[in-house]
């Protein structure tokens, strides 16, 4: 199985990173998570994704906040799926990481996924890796069917209260 590349700009945006890793690992999805800055490190950026493919890796996952620039420095550097995730600031609540992860040039694409989704990323990144891994796409049945089940459980309590 392909791993998950997962790189974070700054270590303040672990809490989100966390939520990407759990998910992988309830799906036992294989990733490295690293901390590169598009800015501060664009050397090491670079480097890590253009060896991504060599290194195992299958999608990668990148989380910045403000600027937002390191899922489009990463895509630069690699045809692998990059999924952004736009991280939330104190100055304007996340929409501008979001405008910066989303707002791509043509022939660069980077998915992007809600403010602070880590959770989402991961099964985008899931989804990506189960189109040639029957048993991931199995896994990722399982727990939809799941989830459904935890609501409708959730709307008959509800209706057994009222």
Do not use: W
């Amino acid at each position: 199985m392909k791993k998950v590349g997962i790189i974070m700009g700054s270590d303040s945006d672990l809490p989100i990173i966390k939520k990407a890793t759990d998910m992988l690992k309830s799906l036992d999805i294989p990733f490295e998570v690293h901390i590169y800055s598009a800015h501060r490190t664009p050397e090491q950026a670079r480097d890590f994704a253009v060896s991504a493919r060599d290194n195992g890796f299958g999608v990668l996952i990148a989380a910045a906040g403000m600027a937002a620039h390191l899922a489009g420095a990463i895509a630069a550097n690699t045809t692998l799926p990059v999924i952004g995730i736009p991280c939330k600031s104190s100055n304007f609540d996340g929409l501008d990481a979001l405008l910066s992860t989303v707002q791509m040039p043509t022939g660069i694409p980077v998915a992007t996924v809600a403010v602070n989704g880590g959770g989402n990323a991961a099964l985008l990144a899931a989804q990506i890796i189960a189109v040639e891994d029957k048993q991931l796409a199995d896994k990722l049945n399982q727990k939809r069917k799941a989830d459904a089940a935890a609501v409708l459980k959730k709307d008959a309590d509800v209706a057994s209260q009222l």
